[in-house]
């Protein structure tokens, strides 16, 4: 049996090339097979059809024509977030151009845990993420896995600035990875201030700092996953100041409205807190994992240094050697940042802000849409780009049913939300590409499959 090729080095480009036809013509077959935005059937159809399509996960003997048949099971099995029916969760669609960089990051397969892995890598990594930071009127920032990883990293930073006995306020509306990583990183227990109205409460929040001994970390939110509603992020900014609390935005999925000239405004006050997140595999159209934590003072990083001899060893890093493990608490770690980058210099400003800019502007067709409809109710002008609605007087069941129906039969992905004490349908409008017809279509799909 001769030696199977490599992706890269002198031979590698002649061994990818009938290898991409193979994917490509794989992807196209699968998504014909399904047909729509999810596949038909349920999670049984869909497990038992791609484990006759898998067979034996490991046999004997080799197969030559397992890359077709298991990209095409995938693709047929898939959610594709580029169909303008796959609406339910903070999952783009990646760009094509951001998807080939991807590629030759896989290929090269650099490792940022050390200079000599990753010469080129490590410095592109620093320009980019210097430069993000600075959108969001910070020094410096990290490449992490998504806003989890970002926000765990954050409280990490307060905990070693501030000590153990640092407690944080969140409101009720914050993403669940906050009050967990106050859990795993041995905090006290946090604090669930009000969002009566779906955002933190300013008084709640000046009423709990003013009771709750410090030192305090308050993290406020720059669009909830439920409603892409973003918290007063200026009062928050001046309680903060007024306590002497330290302040975390998780600005996941609103930080893209940086980009943007119209919402820009929208994220006011961002640049008055000490470490920010920012996720640009939800609103910033990068194939996963494409997460950043923004930090206002660089010193606050030096926690993170870990010397181990074989990767930073002191004589290295004194001979100019740049020492790589203080970036993140990863070892080996893929550079996410090319993608990243090439995204930024082929669109520009004013590309991705047009982007972003287009999807908000479909949120707003489509709670119009939902407005005229007499059998439905929106919950609110969108913020962002996700829309809550629901069939008009029928129970949270019924609801819930709907959206369940939809999945089986392979018509629509949407999300859910519990808001003003009732659930909700929830179409979180990331594809640029979708158009007004796709709009009417989903709401038609919703009424055909509400139990009467």
């Keep these: 049996m001769s030696t199977p090729p490599l992706a890269s080095g002198p031979e590698g480009p002649h061994a990818l090339g009938p290898l991409l036809d193979t994917v490509l013509d794989a992807l196209r077959t699968g998504t014909r097979a399904r047909n729509g935005p999810l596949p038909a059937g349920g999670p049984t159809t869909v497990a038992d059809r791609l484990r006759d399509a898998v067979g034996d996960v490991l046999p004997d003997h080799g197969d030559p024509h397992a890359l077709a048949a298991l990209v095409h099971a995938l693709a047929e099995g898939a959610a594709d977030p580029a169909h303008p029916l796959c609406a339910a969760h903070l999952h783009c669609p990646p760009l094509a151009v951001a998807t080939a960089a991807d590629l030759a990051a896989s290929t090269l397969n650099p490792s940022l845990d050390s200079w000599d892995q990753a010469p080129a890598a490590s410095t592109l990594e620093t320009l980019v993420t210097r430069a993000l930071a600075a959108e969001a009127g910070m020094a410096d920032a990290l490449v992490t896995t998504g806003g989890t990883e970002s926000n765990h990293l954050a409280l990490l930073l307060a905990r070693e600035r501030h000590g153990p006995a640092l407690r944080l306020l969140h409101g009720t509306n914050a993403h669940h990875s906050l009050p967990r990583a106050a859990w795993l990183l041995g905090l006290p227990d946090p604090v669930a201030v009000p969002a009566p109205a779906g955002t933190l409460d300013p008084a709640a929040l000046d009423a709990a700092l003013t009771r709750l001994p410090g030192p305090h970390l308050v993290a406020a939110t720059a669009g909830t996953t439920d409603a892409g509603l973003i918290d007063p992020l200026p009062d928050i900014a001046t309680l903060c100041a007024a306590h002497g609390a330290r302040l975390h935005i998780d600005a996941a999925y609103a930080g893209a409205l940086l980009f943007s000239d119209r919402h820009r405004h929208r994220l006011t006050g961002l640049d008055a807190a000490h470490t920010v997140t920012l996720d640009l595999h939800k609103l910033g159209w990068q194939p996963a994992a494409a997460g950043l934590l923004a930090v206002r003072d660089p010193t606050d990083l030096t926690a993170l240094h870990h010397p181990t001899d074989y990767l930073n060893a002191t004589d290295d890093t004194a001979a100019g050697l740049p020492d790589l493990l203080g970036r993140s608490l990863r070892t080996t770690r893929r550079p996410d940042i090319l993608k990243i980058a090439v995204t930024l210099k082929t669109l520009g400003r004013t590309g991705l802000g047009a982007l972003v800019d287009q999807v908000c502007a479909h ?90």
């Design 363 to 452: 949120a707003r067709t489509l709670a119009d849409l939902v407005r005229r409809h007499p059998a439905l109710d929106l919950y609110d002008h969108p913020t962002l780009s996700t829309v809550l609605f629901r069939p008009t007087g029928a129970p949270d069941d019924a609801v819930a049913a709907t959206r369940r129906r939809l999945l089986s039969a392979g018509h629509t992905v949407l999300g859910r939300a519990h808001l003003d004490g009732r659930l909700w349908l929830k179409a979180t409008l990331l594809n640029p590409h979708t158009r007004p017809d796709d709009l009417t279509t989903l709401l038609k799909l919703v009424e055909g499959h509400t139990p009467a």
